[in-house]
């Protein structure tokens, strides 16, 4: 399912596992090439090289480090966005019923008239519990708090964070 943000974090863990190893190697390098007894401007020219390479080895490292942080910002937005699927799917569906109560009462009683607004709801058909197509639900009566710590979401067509929710 899109949206594990387990294994989005445990890719993060790997990911620093994996700088925390390359830094251990890079270590164990620089001790070995420190620690030759050869002399002379062959083993200074290697010894210099391995610094070299010991420091290209802790970049990386970083951008392990980073990548990983990266992927944990990423596993929070997406947990901040499903919360956000979950309350509009709560509202809606709490909409839907009251909708079908009343017109199950009206129908009941009266056999009259049912509210445009109640059939509207009455005929929603909801996406699939948890489907990011939640996001674009408009429907009258849909009354969402203001969401400001809402993460940028690129890759989702046509949601528009600030409107969201919002009946016309």
């Known amino acids: 399912m899109y949206?594990?943000?387990?294994a989005i974090r445990a890719l993060a863990r790997g990911l620093r596992r994996q700088g925390d190893d390359i830094r251990w190697?890079?270590?164990?390098?620089?001790?070995r090439a420190e620690g030759v007894l050869w002399q002379g401007v062959s083993a200074d020219a290697m010894r210099c090289?391995?610094?070299?390479?010991?420091?290209?080895l802790k970049r990386t490292a970083r951008l392990h480090d980073e990548a990983a942080a990266a992927l944990d910002d990423h596993a929070d937005a997406v947990d901040r966005v499903k919360r956000l699927i979950a309350l509009i799917e709560d509202q809606v569906m709490a909409l839907v019923a009251a909708a079908r109560e009343r017109i199950a009462g009206v129908l009941g009683a009266v056999g009259g008239l049912v509210d445009p607004v109640d059939d509207l709801l009455d005929r929603?058909?909801?996406?699939p519990p948890g489907h990011r197509d939640w996001l674009t639900v408009d429907l009258p009566g849909l009354d969402l708090p203001d969401l400001p710590d809402?993460?940028?979401?690129?890759g989702l067509p046509g949601v528009d964070v600030p409107i969201l929710g919002r009946a016309a």
């Open 124 to 127: 929603f058909v909801p996406p």
């Open 25 to 31: 190697e890079a270590d164990g390098l620089l001790a």
């Open 3 to 6: 949206g594990d943000t387990d």
């Open 150 to 154: 809402l993460p940028d979401l690129p």
């Open 49 to 56: 090289l391995a610094r070299y390479r010991v420091a290209q």
